[in-house]
């Protein structure tokens, strides 16, 4: 089985300010990990994601991740938050069913964040 | 390419009554499933297909029918609305291996009285 922890539902920074969003994963083999962003009112985006390789992963908008396997973590930062990064961010882990090999995507509760000016 | 389209994008439903929502992409993704948002409980699998005809059982899948016939075409349908079924919905697709990315749909924010 597999789950997802983000810590904190709401995170509120200052503009300017480092962005830390948690995330840690429960899974009994190595997952690929996703962080999806969800502006108001639209669906979901991806934001990263790790499959194999590098740990340190980039993504749009300043973002980065570091895939961390000893602290089952998979945590998202920005050094300098901008206001229109307010939006909800949701990480994710995703398996291969036994089924063809296709994904099984477990999301995190999501986490809001919000920018003040 | 228009991606994940979904409508409507917004339901109001009286309790008992069964409606369609309708998710289409164009990307030739084998791979299409339907979640629900709830608040403090992140997206959670309804439904999901493999491929034209083949569909199987999400987390929540209890109050919900779903089919393929196409591979652009993956259709919801509440049976009998309930007002627990409230919820925004969201269709994906990806090429279905587990590194793929899922595309979203905008949603459809259904309401059950």
């Known amino acids: 089985a597999q789950s997802v922890t983000q810590l904190g539902s709401h995170v509120s920074v200052s503009e300017g300010a480092l962005v830390l969003l948690r995330c840690n994963y429960s899974?009994?083999?190595?997952?690929?990990l996703f962080w999806y962003v969800q502006y108001p009112n639209q669906g979901l985006q991806l934001l990263l994601k790790y499959t194999t390789g590098a740990t340190l992963v980039k993504g749009i908008n300043g973002f980065e991740a570091e895939f961390k396997k000893s602290e089952t973590s998979f945590h998202l930062t920005k050094p300098s938050a901008h206001m229109s990064d307010a939006a909800e961010y949701f990480c994710?882990?995703?398996?291969?069913?036994?089924?063809?090999?296709?994904?099984?995507?477990?999301f995190g509760i999501g986490t809001k964040l919000q920018v003040i000016p | 390419n228009a991606g994940v389209t979904q409508t409507p994008k917004f339901q109001v439903l009286k309790t008992g009554q069964s409606m369609t929502l309708q998710c289409a992409q164009d990307m030739n993704h084998e791979y299409m499933s339907w979640y629900r948002q709830d608040p403090g409980m992140g997206l959670r699998l309804i439904h999901y297909?493999?491929?034209?005809?083949?569909?199987d059982q999400g987390e929540v899948p209890n109050g919900y029918n779903v089919s393929r016939s196409t591979t652009e075409d993956f259709p919801l349908r509440l049976l009998s609305a309930a007002p627990s079924q409230t919820s925004v919905y969201f269709c994906a697709s990806s090429y279905g291996g587990a590194q793929e990315t899922q595309y979203f749909g905008p949603g459809t924010r259904l309401l059950v009285l």
């Open positions: 899974s009994s083999v190595p997952p690929y």
């Open positions: 297909s493999v491929g034209a005809g083949i569909t």
């Open positions: 994710a882990v995703s398996l291969a069913l036994s089924f063809g090999g296709y994904q099984k995507v477990t």
